[in-house]
C-alpha cells in the first residue's frame, strides 16, 4: 500500500491577530492525497481553504500569529513538530505553491528567468546563460510560447494566463511531491483557466504530483479532481468521489452551493437560491453544527449537538445531523467530527 | 432565391437610454508604440437594464469601462450620459457628475484603504451621497446588511482582516453607498465563491430595477453573465463581434469566440467539452492579425478573413454579429448566400470536431 504524500490529521488552526482577536478558523480538518492525485477543496470565503494551504506552509501574514495541533505529515514526516531546519528543508524540497495572483507572488522588479529558477539557484550556483537556458526549458514545458524570450521579460510584460503559467513554472521547477494551488485560476478568464488546469492535470499526471486544489468554483472540479472536500465553517462538511458529492450531495451545504451556482445550461433563473444568512463568526465558540443558522434542515439539536459523521461505501462522509442521501445512523456512534481522513 | 423576410415583430417600449458610447476608441501610448485596446465600439445603457461586457483578458474590456468614466478620455469617439457629452462639460461639472457614475473594480483589496475600518471605508463613500442629511450610521449598515456583512461583525475590521471575497463586498458597498446612475462593475465578483456570487448578482440586479441604474457588467463568466444581464456584448482583441440579448446569443452563439467561451464554462455535470479553439495563443493587442482578429484562434478562418475585417452585421432582430462564416445566417439581403454556405459548411465542421 502507498502511503499518502500528504496526510492531514485532526489540524485545529488558531489565529491571533495583532488587535488582540483569537479566531478558531480550522477545526478537525483530515485529509489525505496520493501521489499523483488531485483533492479538490471547496468552499465559501472565509471558510478556511487559505488557512489550511496555509498551516501545511506554516506561512502566515506579518503580525499574526498561528498555533496549530494535530497533525500534518508529508511522506510521513510531521511538519507541525519538525524542528524549523528540517521543516524548511522538507517545505523546500516537496511542496510548492501556486497562488490565486500570480502578480502578487511574483516580484515586479525580478527578470523571469531569476524568479523561474529560484528553487533552483538556491542550491546550485548558476551561470546566468545557463540560467537562461534551464529557464526557458522550464517555461516551455508549461507552454509559455516564445520561451527564451519571455524568460527574459519582467512580469508586468506578461499577460494573466502567462503569468499564471510563469508561476506554475516556477512552483514546479523544484520537483515537489505536493502542489498547493489556491484559486489558480480565479483571476482568469474561461479559455485561459482551461488551458491552465489542463497543464496542471498533465504535470499531475507525468510527475505523479499531489495536488491540493482549492477553489470556490465547484463546477471547476469537475473532470479533474478525484475527490472533492467541501469547507464550511473550517470545517470539512462532506468528502467523497466528485460525482458522488456534485451528483448527490448528503450535506445541505453542498447542496446549496450546488444551488447557487450560475449555469449557462438549463432553464433560466433570474434569482439565484443564494444561501441566506451570513458565515460562522470564527472568534465565537461554536456550538453544535455551524451551518445550523442558514440550514433549511435544521432542528433543535443541530444548535445543541455536534453533528455525526454519515459515511457510505465509496468514502463518502458527511458530518450532519440529517443528511439528505447517505443511509440515515451514523456509521459508529457519537462521532463527534470526522475521524476518517478525506 | 431571395430569402423571405422575417416577420415584423412589435418591439417592447425600450428603456430609456442613460449612457450611450459611439465609435469609443483607445490607444495607449506604449513603449513598443501604439496599442489599439478599444475599436470603434457602440455601447448604450439603459435604466434598469443590465448590460454584459465579455472578452478575455486584454480584450479591451477595463479600458472601456474606464474610457466610460474619462479616467483617462477615450482616444476618440463620444460618451453621453442623459444625453450630455461628457466631453463637453467643464472639469468642475465632470467631478459633480462622477459618484453618479460609480465603478467596482477587478482587485477588492488594492482599492481599499488598508488602514481604514470597513465601516469608514463605506462611510467615507457617503461623502459623494447626493443628501447631505442622510443618517450616515443607518446607511452603513444598511449597504453592509445588503452584500451580507453585519456590521457587527465586519464593522471594525481592516481589509487585511478579511478574505478576498469579504474585501470585494466592502468595495461593493461603498459604490451603492454614493447612489448612482450608472454602475459599472469590472469582473467584480469574479473572485467571489458561489453563495457570495448569488447574493451579490441578485443584488445587483435588483438595485439595477429599483433603483434604475444602468449598468455594465464586465465578466469571463458567461454562467454569471446569463443570471444577471438582459443583454450582452462580446469583445475579441478591442472589436465588438456579437452582440443580442444575452438569452439568445448564449442559447445559439453566432460567433465562432462566443461558441468556444461557451464551451470553456465549467460546470458540475457538464463534461469538458471541446473549445473547438486552435491552440495559438491570444495574439499581442500590438499587432493584430490582418481581417479577423479572431482568424489565428478560429478553426473556420479561410483567406478572406486574413483579409478582410468583418462588419458587425445583423442576424436576427437586435442581434448582430462580426464574422465571415457566422453560425447562424445572416438576417436577409446582408450577403445572405456567402453567410449561408458559411454556416452550412462550419454546421458539419462543429459536429465533426473530435472530442477529447
Ligand atoms: N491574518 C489573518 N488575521 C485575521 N483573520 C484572518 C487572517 N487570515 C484569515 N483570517 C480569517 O480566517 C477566515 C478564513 O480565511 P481564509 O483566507 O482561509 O478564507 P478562504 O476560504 O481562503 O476565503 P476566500 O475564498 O475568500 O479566499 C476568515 O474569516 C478570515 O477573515
Ligand atoms: N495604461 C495602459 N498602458 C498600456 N497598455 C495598456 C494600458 N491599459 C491597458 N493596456 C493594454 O490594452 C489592452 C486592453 O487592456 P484591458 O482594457 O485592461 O483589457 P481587459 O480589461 O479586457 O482585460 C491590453 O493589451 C493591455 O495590456
Ligand atoms: S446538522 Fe442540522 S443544521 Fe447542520 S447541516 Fe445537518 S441538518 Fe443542517
Ligand atoms: S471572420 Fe473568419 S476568422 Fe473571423 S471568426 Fe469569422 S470565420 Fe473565424
Ligand atoms: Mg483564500
Ligand atoms: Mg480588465
Same mark, same amino acid.
Given at each position: 500500500?502507498?502511503?499518502?504524500?500528504?496526510?492531514?490529521?485532526?489540524?485545529?488552526?488558531?489565529?491571533?491577530?495583532?488587535?488582540?482577536?483569537?479566531?478558531?478558523?480550522?477545526?478537525?480538518?483530515?485529509?489525505?492525497?496520493?501521489?499523483?492525485?488531485?483533492?479538490?477543496?471547496?468552499?465559501?470565503?472565509?471558510?478556511?481553504?487559505?488557512?489550511?494551504?496555509?498551516?501545511?506552509?506554516?506561512?502566515?501574514?506579518?503580525?499574526?500569529?498561528?498555533?496549530?495541533?494535530?497533525?500534518?505529515?508529508?511522506?510521513?514526516?510531521?511538519?507541525?513538530?519538525?524542528?524549523?531546519?528540517?521543516?524548511?528543508?522538507?517545505?523546500?524540497?516537496?511542496?510548492?505553491?501556486?497562488?490565486?495572483?500570480?502578480?502578487?507572488?511574483?516580484?515586479?522588479?525580478?527578470?523571469?528567468?531569476?524568479?523561474?529558477?529560484?528553487?533552483?539557484?538556491?542550491?546550485?550556483?548558476?551561470?546566468?546563460?545557463?540560467?537562461?537556458?534551464?529557464?526557458?526549458?522550464?517555461?516551455?514545458?508549461?507552454?509559455?510560447?516564445?520561451?527564451?524570450?519571455?524568460?527574459?521579460?519582467?512580469?508586468?510584460?506578461?499577460?494573466?494566463?502567462?503569468?499564471?503559467?510563469?508561476?506554475?513554472?516556477?512552483?514546479?521547477?523544484?520537483?515537489?511531491?505536493?502542489?498547493?494551488?489556491?484559486?489558480?485560476?480565479?483571476?482568469?478568464?474561461?479559455?485561459?483557466?482551461?488551458?491552465?488546469?489542463?497543464?496542471?492535470?498533465?504535470?499531475?499526471?507525468?510527475?505523479?504530483?499531489?495536488?491540493?486544489?482549492?477553489?470556490?468554483?465547484?463546477?471547476?472540479?469537475?473532470?479533474?479532481?478525484?475527490?472533492?472536500a467541501v469547507m464550511y465553517g473550517g470545517r470539512?462538511?462532506?468528502?467523497?468521489?466528485?460525482?458522488?458529492?456534485?451528483?448527490?450531495?448528503?450535506?445541505?451545504?453542498?447542496?446549496?452551493?450546488?444551488?447557487?451556482?450560475?449555469?449557462?445550461?438549463?432553464?433560466?433563473?433570474?434569482?439565484?437560491?443564494?444561501?441566506?444568512?451570513?458565515?460562522?463568526?470564527?472568534?465565537?465558540?461554536?456550538?453544535?453544527?455551524?451551518?445550523?443558522?442558514?440550514?433549511?434542515?435544521?432542528?433543535?439539536?443541530?444548535?445543541?449537538?455536534?453533528?455525526?459523521?454519515?459515511?457510505?461505501?465509496?468514502?463518502?462522509?458527511?458530518?450532519?445531523?440529517?443528511?439528505?442521501?447517505?443511509?440515515?445512523?451514523?456509521?459508529?456512534?457519537?462521532?463527534?467530527?470526522?475521524?476518517?481522513?478525506? | 432565391?431571395?430569402?423571405?423576410?422575417?416577420?415584423?415583430?412589435?418591439?417592447?417600449?425600450?428603456?430609456?437610454?442613460?449612457?450611450?458610447?459611439?465609435?469609443?476608441?483607445?490607444?495607449?501610448?506604449?513603449?513598443?508604440?501604439?496599442?489599439?485596446?478599444?475599436?470603434?465600439?457602440?455601447?448604450?445603457?439603459?435604466?434598469?437594464?443590465?448590460?454584459?461586457?465579455?472578452?478575455?483578458?486584454?480584450?479591451?474590456?477595463?479600458?472601456?469601462?474606464?474610457?466610460?468614466?474619462?479616467?483617462?478620455?477615450?482616444?476618440?469617439?463620444?460618451?453621453?450620459?442623459?444625453?450630455?457629452?461628457?466631453?463637453?462639460?467643464?472639469?468642475?461639472a465632470l467631478r459633480a457628475l462622477r459618484p453618479?457614475?460609480?465603478?467596482?473594480?477587478?482587485?477588492?483589496?488594492?482599492?481599499?484603504?488598508?488602514?481604514?475600518?470597513?465601516?469608514?471605508?463605506?462611510?467615507? $463613500?457617503?461623502? !459623494? #451621497? &447626493?443628501?447631505? =442629511?442622510?443618517?450616515? @450610521? *443607518? +446607511?452603513? /449598515?444598511?449597504?453592509?446588511?445588503?452584500?451580507?456583512?453585519?456590521?457587527?461583525?465586519?464593522?471594525?475590521?481592516?481589509?487585511?482582516?478579511?478574505?478576498?471575497?469579504?474585501?470585494?463586498?466592502?468595495?461593493?458597498?461603498?459604490?451603492?453607498?454614493?447612489?448612482?446612475?450608472?454602475?459599472?462593475?469590472?469582473?467584480?465578483?469574479?473572485?467571489?465563491?458561489?453563495?457570495?456570487?448569488?447574493?451579490?448578482?441578485?443584488?445587483?440586479?435588483?438595485?439595477?430595477?429599483?433603483?434604475?441604474?444602468?449598468?455594465?457588467?464586465?465578466?469571463?463568466?458567461?454562467?454569471?453573465?446569463?443570471?444577471?444581464?438582459?443583454?450582452?456584448?462580446?469583445?475579441?482583441?478591442?472589436?465588438?463581434?456579437?452582440?443580442?440579448?444575452?438569452?439568445?446569443?448564449? $442559447?445559439?452563439? !453566432? #460567433? &465562432?469566440?462566443? =461558441?468556444?467561451?461557451? @464551451? *470553456? +464554462?465549467? /460546470?458540475?455535470?457538464?463534461?469538458?467539452?471541446?473549445?473547438?479553439?486552435?491552440?495559438?495563443?491570444?495574439?499581442?493587442?500590438?499587432?493584430?492579425?490582418?481581417?479577423?482578429?479572431?482568424?489565428?484562434?478560429?478553426?473556420?478562418?479561410?483567406?478572406?478573413?486574413?483579409?478582410?475585417?468583418?462588419?458587425?452585421?445583423?442576424?436576427?432582430?437586435?442581434?448582430?454579429?462580426?464574422?465571415?462564416?457566422?453560425?447562424?445566417?445572416?438576417?436577409?439581403?446582408?450577403?445572405?448566400?456567402?453567410?449561408?454556405?458559411?454556416?452550412?459548411?462550419?454546421?458539419?465542421?462543429?459536429?465533426?470536431?473530435?472530442?477529447?
Amino acid at each position: 500500500m502507498t502511503s499518502p504524500v500528504l496526510e492531514v490529521r485532526s489540524l485545529d488552526t488558531t489565529l491571533h491577530t495583532p488587535d488582540g482577536r483569537t479566531l478558531h478558523v480550522l477545526h478537525g480538518i483530515d485529509l489525505s492525497i496520493d501521489a499523483g492525485e488531485c483533492l479538490g477543496v471547496v468552499g465559501e470565503s472565509g471558510s478556511g481553504k487559505s488557512v489550511l494551504a496555509r498551516t501545511v506552509l506554516g506561512v502566515h501574514p506579518r503580525a499574526t500569529r498561528a498555533t496549530a495541533t494535530g497533525q500534518v505529515l508529508l511522506n510521513g514526516e510531521d511538519l507541525l513538530t519538525a524542528a524549523p531546519r528540517r521543516r524548511a528543508e522538507l517545505l523546500g524540497t516537496g511542496v510548492a505553491m501556486v497562488h490565486q495572483d500570480p502578480m502578487t507572488s511574483l516580484n515586479p522588479v525580478v527578470r523571469i528567468a531569476d524568479q523561474v529558477t529560484e528553487s533552483l539557484t538556491n542550491r546550485r550556483r548558476m551561470r546566468r546563460r545557463e540560467r537562461l537556458r534551464t529557464a526557458a526549458e522550464l517555461l516551455a514545458a508549461v507552454d509559455v510560447p516564445d520561451p527564451a524570450r519571455r524568460a527574459r521579460a519582467y512580469p508586468h510584460e506578461l499577460s494573466g494566463g502567462l503569468r499564471q503559467r510563469v508561476g506554475i513554472a516556477a512552483a514546479l521547477a523544484g520537483s515537489p511531491a505536493l502542489l498547493l494551488a489556491d484559486e489558480p485560476t480565479t483571476a482568469l478568464d474561461v479559455t485561459v483557466q482551461r488551458t491552465v488546469l489542463d497543464l496542471l492535470d498533465r504535470h499531475r499526471g507525468t510527475r505523479g504530483l499531489a495536488t491540493l486544489l482549492i477553489t470556490h468554483d465547484i463546477g471547476l472540479l469537475y473532470g479533474r479532481a478525484r475527490r472533492i472536500a467541501v469547507m464550511y465553517g473550517g470545517r470539512i462538511v462532506e468528502t467523497g468521489p466528485t460525482e458522488a458529492v456534485t451528483e448527490a450531495p448528503a450535506h445541505p451545504y453542498t447542496a446549496a452551493l450546488l444551488r447557487s451556482v450560475p449555469r449557462v445550461t438549463g432553464p433560466l433563473r433570474r434569482v439565484l437560491p443564494a444561501v441566506a444568512g451570513s458565515p460562522p463568526d470564527l472568534s465565537r465558540p461554536a456550538v453544535g453544527c455551524p451551518f445550523a443558522p442558514r440550514c433549511e434542515r435544521a432542528e433543535a439539536v443541530c444548535s445543541t449537538e455536534a453533528p455525526p459523521l454519515h459515511r457510505a461505501g465509496d468514502g463518502h462522509t458527511a458530518a450532519c445531523h440529517f443528511p439528505l442521501t447517505l443511509p440515515i445512523g451514523p456509521a459508529s456512534a457519537s462521532v463527534s467530527k470526522a475521524q476518517e481522513t478525506v | 432565391m431571395t430569402p423571405a423576410k422575417p416577420p415584423v415583430v412589435p418591439t417592447p417600449e425600450p428603456c430609456p437610454v442613460v449612457l450611450r458610447a459611439t465609435g469609443l476608441s483607445v490607444v495607449h501610448r506604449t513603449r513598443s508604440g501604439p496599442l489599439h485596446a478599444v475599436s470603434e465600439v457602440d455601447l448604450t445603457l439603459r435604466e434598469r437594464r443590465t448590460l454584459a461586457l465579455v472578452g478575455e483578458s486584454g480584450s479591451g474590456k477595463s479600458s472601456i469601462a474606464k474610457a466610460l468614466l474619462r479616467l483617462p478620455p477615450p482616444t476618440a469617439g463620444t460618451v453621453t450620459v442623459d444625453g450630455t457629452d461628457l466631453a463637453a462639460l467643464s472639469p468642475r461639472a465632470l467631478r459633480a457628475l462622477r459618484p453618479r457614475l460609480q465603478m467596482v473594480f477587478q482587485d477588492p483589496v488594492s482599492s481599499l484603504n488598508p488602514r481604514r475600518t470597513v465601516r469608514d471605508l463605506v462611510a467615507e $463613500a457617503l461623502d !459623494a #451621497h &447626493p443628501d447631505p =442629511a442622510v443618517d450616515r @450610521a *443607518a +446607511v452603513v /449598515e444598511r449597504q453592509l446588511e445588503a452584500v451580507g456583512l453585519p456590521l457587527a461583525l465586519f464593522g471594525d475590521r481592516r481589509p487585511a482582516q478579511l478574505s478576498g471575497g469579504q474585501a470585494q463586498r466592502v468595495a461593493i458597498a461603498r459604490a451603492l453607498a454614493a447612489e448612482p446612475r450608472v454602475l459599472i462593475a469590472d469582473e467584480a465578483v469574479s473572485a467571489l465563491d458561489v453563495s457570495a456570487q448569488a447574493t451579490v448578482l441578485n443584488l445587483l440586479r435588483r438595485l439595477t430595477e429599483e433603483r434604475g441604474l444602468a449598468s455594465l457588467f464586465i465578466s469571463h463568466d458567461l454562467g454569471v453573465v446569463r443570471a444577471v444581464s438582459d443583454d450582452v456584448a462580446v469583445l475579441q482583441l478591442g472589436r465588438l463581434c456579437e452582440q443580442g440579448p444575452t438569452e439568445e446569443v448564449l $442559447a445559439a452563439p !453566432a #460567433h &465562432p469566440y462566443t =461558441a468556444a467561451l461557451l @464551451a *470553456a +464554462v465549467p /460546470e458540475p455535470g457538464r463534461p469538458l467539452g471541446d473549445t473547438g479553439l486552435l491552440p495559438a495563443d491570444p495574439p499581442s493587442p500590438l499587432d493584430p492579425p490582418s481581417g479577423c482578429r479572431f482568424r489565428t484562434r478560429c478553426p473556420f478562418a479561410d483567406e478572406r478573413c486574413a483579409r478582410e475585417v468583418p462588419e458587425l452585421r445583423e442576424v436576427a432582430p437586435g442581434r448582430t454579429v462580426a464574422c465571415h462564416r457566422p453560425l447562424l445566417p445572416v438576417a436577409a439581403a446582408q450577403d445572405s448566400a456567402v453567410a449561408q454556405d458559411g454556416a452550412a459548411a462550419q454546421d458539419s465542421k462543429v459536429s465533426g470536431r473530435p472530442s477529447r
